[in-house]
């Protein structure tokens, strides 16, 4: 498996919110601990498996982050991506 930090971006595999794109806050054996700035804030991070995610090769300094931080994050990024698809 592909080595996950602090900071990347990462998109579920599997549950409910299957597609939907997060901000990796925080990680440990087993788990990660995502932020979406909206249902998912910083003070309730989504607990998920590390099989359940699949890492985005981006990564962002998150150190200072609030929840309005997240979510320009994650909005730039799906812009970006809105982007390439046009192209």
Known sequence: MEEVRTGMLAKSKAGHDKGQVYVIMDTDDAYVYLADGRI??????KKKKKKHIQPIKREFDVTAADDAAIKQILKNFNKDRENQEDL
């Open 40 to 45: 998912r804030t910083l003070g309730r991070l």
